[in-house]
C-alpha cells in the first residue's frame, strides 16, 4: 500500500540552526501539508501546498519557516533558525483531492 | 472554538463494536465530518467522512444524525490494535486545513 515517507525519523539540532525536514508524498497525489504536534498537546495545521504555491497557512507558520517541492517527488520544511519551542512530532501528509489525507510517520524534532 | 465536543476517554472490551460520539450542533450545510485517529504518536490516520449520509467502509461506519448535530463512529468488531485518539472535525470541503482538538481516548480491553 503505497505510504508517506518522512526522513529521517529523529533530528536533534542546535538552537539557531536551520533544519530540513524532507518528505516523499504518495506519488499520485496533488496536495501536501505540514502538521506539528508538540509532546502531550494537538496536532497542529502549519501550512498546505497546491500546484506550486502555498495554499494555506496558519499563523505559527512564519517567516522562519518555509516548503518546498523541490522536485516531482519530495516536499520539505525548512526551519531558518531553530527555537527550543520547535521542538514536536513534525507530520507530512499527501491528498489527492484534498479530502482523505495520508499521513506519514513523522520527524521528531528535538532543538536543545 | 472548538466546533465539535467529544467524550475524554471510553474503554471498549475486544470484540465488541465500539461507538463513538461527536457533538457538533453549530456544523453548516456545506462541513463534511471527518474521523481520524491517532495511535501512540503516529501520524494520524484517515477513518471516514460524510456530508449528510450514513457511510460505510472497511474501517468504520460513520452515522450522522439527521439534522447533522451530531454523529456517532462505529469500530464494528474492535481490536486492541485499535486503542487510540480518535478525532472527530468538521471541514468545509474548500478548506485545507483539519482542525484536531483533544479527541476521544479509546481503550480497548481483552
Known amino acids: 500500500e503505497p505510504e508517506v515517507t518522512q526522513t529521517p525519523s529523529h533530528q536533534v539540532t542546535q538552537m539557531g540552526q536551520e533544519v530540513i525536514l524532507r518528505c516523499v508524498p504518495i506519488s499520485n497525489h496533488l496536495y501536501f501539508y505540514w502538521y506539528r504536534q508538540i509532546l502531550g498537546q494537538k496536532v497542529e495545521f502549519l501550512v498546505s501546498f497546491y500546484n506550486n504555491e502555498i495554499s494555506e497557512k496558519s499563523e505559527i507558520f512564519d517567516d522562519q519557516f518555509s516548503v518546498e517541492r523541490p522536485d516531482g517527488s519530495n516536499f520539505t520544511l525548512k526551519i531558518r533558525s531553530t527555537k527550543l519551542e520547535d521542538s514536536a512530532m513534525y507530520f507530512c501528509?499527501?491528498?489527492?483531492?484534498?479530502?482523505?489525507?495520508?499521513f506519514g510517520q513523522g520527524t521528531r524534532l528535538t532543538v536543545v | 472554538d472548538a466546533k465539535t465536543t467529544q467524550p475524554t476517554s471510553m474503554d471498549c472490551a475486544e470484540g465488541r463494536a465500539a461507538n463513538l460520539p461527536c457533538n457538533h450542533s453549530t456544523i453548516s450545510g456545506n462541513e463534511y465530518v471527518y474521523w481520524y485517529r491517532q495511535i501512540h504518536s503516529q501520524g494520524p490516520q484517515y477513518i471516514i467522512h460524510?456530508?449528510?449520509n450514513n457511510e460505510t467502509n472497511e474501517m468504520a461506519s460513520l452515522i450522522i444524525t439527521e439534522d447533522r448535530k451530531s454523529s456517532t463512529l462505529i469500530l464494528p468488531h474492535a481490536t486492541l490494535r485499535d486503542t487510540a485518539v480518535y478525532y472527530c472535525?468538521?471541514?468545509?470541503?474548500?478548506?485545507?486545513?483539519?482542525?484536531f482538538g483533544a479527541g476521544t481516548t479509546v481503550t480497548v480491553r481483552a
Open positions: 472535525i468538521v471541514r468545509v470541503a474548500i478548506d485545507y486545513k483539519l482542525s
Open positions: 460524510g456530508l449528510k
Open positions: 501528509a499527501s491528498s489527492e483531492t484534498n479530502t482523505e489525507a495520508f
